[in-house]
């Protein structure tokens, strides 16, 4: 690389010529004699090298499925289990059958629709049942046994 002297004048006019935090002095004269900028060039240069030399395209995971999964019985556990549940000083019981929550031989397809239909309001059903757990003769909910 050869190396020039420049008055102040001609520096401050390619400064004036630069765009900040992008041009050296050289690739402004460059702009200016109408040449490629060697930087670039170089640069392209080396995308293009870089790109021949990958030699399959890159296969990136799959992250959307198109197939249908049927979530997992996450009742199945409490079939056949009797539960149980004080609410305003009465006994109210429940039977877990084919996946279903039986009161009253009405069926409900979650703990929580069973416990709506004894308050009246939204309850989280899997707080509200309990069960009978036979280790220790006590009734837990039904919670922990997910």
Known sequence: MI??????EVWKELQKRAIPFEDTPNSVLRKLLGLEDADKKNSIT???SKISKISEPIKLPTLISTVQVE??????FLEGKRLWKRFKG?????EVKN??????DKAFDSPSRAAMYITGTFVNGW???KYNDPN???????????
């Open 99 to 104: 996946g279903k929550f039986i009161i009253d």
């Open 3 to 8: 190396k020039i002297d420049i008055d102040d």
């Open 127 to 129: 707080l509200f049942w």
């Open 136 to 146: 220790n003769n006590q009734w837990l909910p039904i919670d922990k046994l997910r």
């Open 90 to 94: 009465k006994d109210y019981f429940a």
């Open 71 to 76: 979530p997992p019985n996450i009742i199945g």
């Open 46 to 48: 080396e995308i293009a």
